[in-house]
């Protein structure tokens, strides 16, 4: 798949948990905050700010290898134990170079990192509340197909909601699955313009 992590498309896939290597361990190790930028001391790797909340800012991470993982970079004085449940987790680390460290520096509130870091499962894809048919702009057909989607997915979005507590249309993806994968087949654009044969399935990625 290709995505744009630190400014830059990548042809990338999505890391799995014996991918992970000494190399990594040093390469977190370096990882630093600054100016609104994840710094990483490889210059191979990537980060990109994938989103925030009250509890934790996630980064998009490309390692040397093109694979990507999500870097959940927590604040334990409001953590609450937003979880990815049901995808993968790929433990989780102290660091030491993030402790101490505000997401904005010139806000005396929001979040301000502990050290504690949680690797996770990438989830390619959009915020339940929209859809893109292409990933560089908003189109016409956006709307029509999350409406679909929609009528495909709510039920089990619905069943989210009773089984868990603030469940909203920005913790639960739309996520882009290869095309042998589970999920409603859809035709989508990449970044290159080619129109891909894809499935679309829900991943909720905060809930508690």
Known sequence: MIIKVGGKL????KARPEDF???HEEVLRTARYADGTLILEDPRWHASLLGRGEEKATFCICDH???VFVLEIIDERSYLNGRFVTGAYFGARRLHGLAGVALNPDSPYGLRFTGLVKLREYAHGYEWGRFQW??????????LLTVVLHLLLGGRYERYRENYTDVHERNVVLEIRPWRERGVPMLVRDWNG????VKVGLQPIDLR
């Open 194 to 197: 080619r129109i891909q044969p």
């Open 65 to 67: 290898n093109r694979r």
């Open 21 to 23: 290597t000494d190399v």
């Open 134 to 143: 292409r990933p560089d702009r908003r189109s016409p057909l956006d709307r």
């Open 10 to 13: 990548l042809d990338v896939v």
